[in-house]
């Protein structure tokens, strides 16, 4: 049997729109899709006509598949001469743990080739109409996991940037970034938002600094996934919002989901 490959394709933050043409073309093309929770997926049997669908997802703290089990599953289903697309959210090289995957196909010598996808870190403070780089505000942007607590020198090097700060994975996290940020030098007052479940119906941001942004954080309840985004650009994106004088004035504010 003539040996399969695999397609690593990033499926974006979560809605369809968001898909590449390549995406869509990768999966058109499937006969095996791994795919994970963040990922596009409600209408993968149409984008996937011919493919066996395998949920592969993993909720915070919850790994239903581990990662090596999928890495096998990958292996074994492109030695068994399939097209294997292994559809991530996102982009597969941010936090994916694409590469891992790329290595363990090539140390079994399967063919891998990789679709980029429109990343969160990017896409979903968008969706909140924060733009990550404003000139004059800021020229640069980190994007950092917030997985696991930062450290002290990542928390002095990220204060001291004055770069847009993007994190993913942040929310269990978010009192050790933001206390660590401004014990580094970060106003306690500057803008902070947290953008929930971007692109879906469910899409919700909370605007807020860095020192209330705990308590507001809480007082909503707020859940992953979820992308921070720290930095007067949050502030400057809202200007034209009639109650954008609250948030540079220091008050919290709860923008409803639009
Ligand atoms: N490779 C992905 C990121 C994987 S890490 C990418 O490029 O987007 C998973 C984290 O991404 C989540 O914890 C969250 O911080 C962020 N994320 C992904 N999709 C999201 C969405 N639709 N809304 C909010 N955050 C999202």
Request: net charge negative; charged share 15%.
């Amino acid at each position: 049997m003539s040996r399969g490959r695999v397609i690593l394709v990033g499926g974006g933050p979560g809605s369809e729109d968001l898909l590449t043409l390549g995406a869509v073309k990768a999966l058109g093309s499937a006969d095996v899709v791994l795919y994970d929770r963040l990922a596009p997926h409600a209408r993968l049997s149409e984008f996937a006509p011919h493919a066996l669908l395998i949920d592969v997802g993993k909720t915070p703290g919850h790994h239903p598949i581990p990662q090596a089990d999928i890495e096998r599953l990958l292996v074994e289903h492109a030695l068994q001469g399939s097209c294997v697309v292994r559809l991530k959210g996102g982009d597969p090289f941010v936090f994916g743990r694409g590469g891992e995957e790329v290595m363990a196909c090539r140390a079994a010598g399967i063919e891998v080739t990789v679709v980029p996808g429109v990343s969160s870190a990017v896409a979903v403070p968008a969706a909140a109409g924060i733009a990550v780089t404003h000139r004059d505000v800021s020229r640069m942007f980190t994007v950092v996991s917030g997985h696991a607590p930062l450290s002290e020198t990542e928390l002095a090097g990220l204060a001291g940037l004055a770069s847009t700060i993007v994190v993913l994975m942040g929310v269990s996290n978010l009192p050790q970034i933001t206390q660590g940020l401004i014990r580094h030098g970060l106003r306690a007052a500057t803008p902070i938002a947290i953008i929930e479940r971007g692109y879906t119906a469910d899409q919700r941001s909370i605007f807020s600094i860095l020192d209330r942004v705990v308590y507001d954080a809480a007082a909503a309840s707020v859940t992953s996934p979820a992308v921070l985004v720290i930095g007067e650009v949050v502030a400057y994106a809202r200007l034209e919002h009639a109650d954008a004088a609250a948030v540079l004035n220091t008050a919290a504010l709860l923008v409803p989901a639009e």
